[in-house]
T-cell receptor, first 110, second 113 residues
Framework: DAKTTQPNSMESNEEEPVHLPCNHS???????IHWYRQLPSQGPEYVIH???SNVNNRMASLAIAEDRKSSTLILHRATLRDAAVYYC???????????FGQGTTLQVKP | NAGVMQNPRHLVRRRGQEARLRCSPM?????VYWYRQLPEEGLKFMVY????????ESGMPKERFSAEFPKEGPSILRIQQVVRGDSAAYFC???????????FGSGTRLTVV
């Protein structure tokens, strides 16, 4: 699986947008871009995933660069409940295997 | 619509005992994955199963660990002769198809004393 690079930590203020970056310069043409988050003492939670086009769902938006070498997870209005470790993962479709890195620890300040 | 159910939530075993971790996937999901998270580390893939078949076990330790997903019933991750280094959180995930969005369970926290 392609290696992804994320900042170790980020801070945000409550109710402000958050942009979490991810670099994946070695991504292959069939790799999907997945985002998961993990709250303390819980299992990872699916956030969003996409292949080429930008994606939106009720939790977040995923902006994918035209060359697919980077992506940004956008939380439109951060809440205290969004404080978690966010993982950006590249994985081929139908592989079943996600390779988790260290992720970005997001702190949300009231 | 229950999510992925794992039990027990917490499991304590003495060194040398066997640990059996169970995972019931979401309704309609036939793909199951097991991950392990050691203290202060990220999740590591262990094994990917479909009903009655092991698809990818590249992350499974060569000895003492086995997994199954029978036609009926939950998926089982079995660890024989546990050692202290097996203490970790074990997470199960399921998906409708391989490569789809995965739903994770809350995990089983194994402590070996």
């Amino acid at each position: 699986d392609a290696k992804t690079t994320q900042p170790n930590s980020m801070e945000s203020n409550e109710e402000e947008p958050v942009h979490l970056p991810c670099n994946h310069s070695t991504i292959s043409g069939t790799d999907y871009i997945h985002w998961y988050r993990q709250l303390p003492s819980q299992g990872p939670e699916y956030v969003i995933h996409g292949l080429t086009s930008n994606v939106n769902n009720r939790m977040a938006s995923l902006a994918i660069a035209e060359d697919r070498k980077s992506s940004t997870l956008i939380l439109h209005r951060a809440t205290l409940r969004d404080a978690a470790v966010y993982y950006c993962i590249n994985a081929p479709g139908n592989t079943g295997k996600l390779i988790f890195g260290q992720g970005t620890t997001l702190q949300v300040k009231p | 619509n229950a999510g992925v159910m794992q039990n027990p939530r917490h499991l304590v075993r003495r060194r040398g005992q066997e640990a059996r971790l169970r995972c019931s996937p979401m309704k309609g999901h036939s793909h199951v994955y097991w991950y392990r998270q050691l203290p202060e580390e990220g999740l590591k893939f262990m094994v990917y199963l479909q009903k009655e078949n092991i698809i990818d076990e590249s992350g499974m330790p060569k000895e003492r660990f086995s997994a199954e997903f029978p036609k009926e019933g939950p998926s089982i991750l079995r660890i024989q002769q546990v050692v202290r280094g097996d203490s970790a959180a074990y997470f199960c995930a399921s998906s409708r198809t391989g490569g789809d969005g995965y739903t994770f369970g809350s995990g089983t926290r194994l402590t070996v004393v």
